[in-house]
């Protein structure tokens, strides 16, 4: 069974992660979270859709850019899986977890 949510982000918002996707961020390293929002199932299980910031310091970073990944959980708060890295913020992340499929869509309001 596929279960559906969507995320709402403002239009600001959307366009710097995307570009932090494209670009390497300044001011940002070590992996700091730049973007961390939950969706609740129905079923109780969540999905957390997250922008990661490159693991190295400023002067080290080079070209490697954010990358997101969406993490699901269930009502314990026990990790099932996550995504890939991805390297673009808006769409459809998807998480296979038993019989059923997880779907997040984040969209701009």
Request: aromatic share 10%; net charge negative.
């Amino acid at each position: 069974m596929k279960m559906l949510g969507k995320i709402t982000v403002g239009l600001h918002t959307a366009s710097v992660l995307e570009r932090f996707c494209r670009i390497p961020p300044a001011n940002y390293y070590h992996g700091e979270v730049l973007f961390d929002q939950e969706y609740k199932f129905l079923d109780g299980k969540k999905m957390v859709i997250q922008v990661i910031a490159p693991e190295d310091t400023p002067e080290d970073i080079g070209d490697e850019t954010a990358w997101t990944k969406g993490i699901m959980f269930d009502r314990d708060g026990n990790e099932l899986g996550c995504t890939e890295a991805r390297e673009s913020f808006l769409g459809e992340y998807v998480i296979p977890v038993g019989e059923h499929e997880y779907t997040i869509e984040v969209v701009i309001k």
